[in-house]
């Protein structure tokens, strides 16, 4: 093939992703009403599956302002809306990210079928391995992200409280803005061991190095856990750090053994 059949390829890959995505939207955008309030709001309200499932083991406030305090049963949140347009804008971007994600499995499709003329027989099994073992990776990350560290960061942030006078109003601009960030955000980071093993194939990392620079790796991750986790309390940012280590543990089991690349 030329350069400008790579390019045609390329151009129908994009096309047959921006097709799926829009049906998908549509799709999105005339469900999402329906589910908006128990599923986006969900981390809202004391009945969220998480909230009941840390009061279940006995989440109480004993902890100050150290963890979200899980007792109680009257946890409730009103998100407000001061603009004309935002609930309409809101429906749109919400249905976008949404319908992003549902159709991120097709996007690796596309990306599998223009790379494979490229690469060889052996390489082509491990290549499609890699693509299915990411895109589990991904949703498994969105799944952390929606389930845990959203509703825990929301729910501290929520019940904080500086001085006794000052009450809290959530808008909605900022409610969603940090759920669609926090979800989409820990599926990307969850693609590590996925990016770790398409770097050593490259020859461009080695197992020796995530060992030697565990330590090092430690530090970086506590400061990117801090960074997805903007409440700061101990037991958010733990529930956001032992995942990205495993992630990174996960990653030196990947990647190809520095013997394996001088043979």
């Known amino acids: ?66 963890m979200p305090d899980f007792s109680g049963d009257d946890f409730h949140v009103d ?15 919400t249905s976008f990210w949404f319908s992003l994600v549902i159709v991120f499995p097709y996007l690796i499709y596309e990306i599998w079928v223009f790379i494979r003329p490229a690469l060889y027989k052996n390489e082509q099994k491990g290549v499609k391995r890699a693509f299915s073992f990411g895109t589990i990776l991904f949703f498994l990350g969105c799944a952390v992200g929606y389930c845990l560290v959203f509703p825990l960061t929301f729910r501290f942030l929520t019940q904080y409280q ?35 093993w398409i770097l050593s194939t490259m020859g461009l990392l080695k197992k020796s190095f995530l060992k030697e620079y565990r330590k090092h790796a430690v530090v970086v991750l506590l400061v990117l856990a801090a ?12 529930i956001v750090f032992l995942p990205l280590y495993l992630l990174y543990e996960t990653s030196i089991l990947v990647v190809r053994d520095d013997t394996a690349e001088t043979e």
Request: proline share 4%.
């Open 162 to 196: 500086i001085g006794e006078t000052i009450t809290n109003q959530i808008s909605l601009n900022s409610y969603i803005s940090n759920f669609t960030t926090i979800v989409f955000v820990m599926g990307l980071v969850f693609e590590m061991p996925m990016l770790a």
């Open 79 to 93: 998100i407000i809306n001061i603009n004309v347009a935002t609930q309409f804008l809101t429906h749109i971007t």
């Open 1 to 66: 093939m030329t350069f400008w059949d790579h390019l045609e390829a390329l151009r129908w890959t994009l096309f047959h992703v921006l097709i799926a995505l829009v049906i998908v939207l549509v799709g999105v955008f005339i469900a999402l009403p329906h589910i908006f309030d128990s599923f986006v709001l969900g981390p809202t309200t004391a009945d969220f599956f998480v909230y009941r499932w840390f009061a279940s083991l006995g989440g109480g406030g004993g902890g100050g302002q150290l």
């Open 227 to 238: 960074l997805i986790t903007p409440s700061g309390d101990p037991f958010t940012l733990s």
